[in-house]
């Protein structure tokens, strides 16, 4: 799942939803609200292929949030990300202002963006893997095809 596949203008594509459709999905606005640092955690598993974990990710931002309270510079380099994979709308000082005054929507809109690309959430990057290799292998024919 690339940017690559997916041809879009060169302004790309919108979001699936909006910044402030936080509710359309109340469990990970829930999750969001109590612990960011879960939903950072699988966002940022899942946009960087698995290549980072859940964990280590969601520590680092939960540490750096604690700490500094400026968790939302670190997940706003993730929204880049993102949206750079799927080829989304660019407006770096629009993200940047997004996850400094409301990192918690914003979270919640990727978490939406990746849910409505068919990723499984709560399976991670690995998981989500399995699954797509599992789909795509046709299922075995024995013996000569009869009526």
């Known amino acids: 799942m690339s940017s690559s596949s997916k041809p879009y203008d060169a302004e ?7 910044l402030c459709d936080c509710f359309t999905d109340v469990k990970s606005c829930c999750i969001t609200i109590w612990c960011p640092c879960i939903t950072f955690g699988r966002i940022s598993e899942i946009v960087d292929k698995g290549t980072s974990s859940c964990i ?7 540490l750096i949030h604690h700490l500094t309270l400026c968790a939302c ?3 706003c380099l993730y929204r880049t990300k ?3 994979e799927f080829g989304l709308r ?3 000082c629009h993200d940047c202002l997004a996850h400094t005054f409301c990192l918690y929507c914003a979270l919640c ?4 963006e990746l849910k409505s690309r068919g990723f499984d959430m709560e399976r991670g990057w ?3 893997a399995r699954q797509q290799k599992e ?6 024919v024995e013996g000569d095809m009869r009526r």
Do not use: D, H, V
């Open 73 to 75: 510079l670190y997940s």
């Open 82 to 84: 993102l949206k750079q």
């Open 109 to 112: 809109q990727e978490y939406r």
């Open 135 to 140: 789909l795509a292998m046709a299922p075995k």
């Open 126 to 128: 690995e998981g989500n």
């Open 56 to 62: 280590a990710n969601g520590a680092i931002f939960a």
């Open 90 to 92: 660019e407006n770096r």
């Open 12 to 18: 790309g594509q919108p979001w699936s939803t909006g």
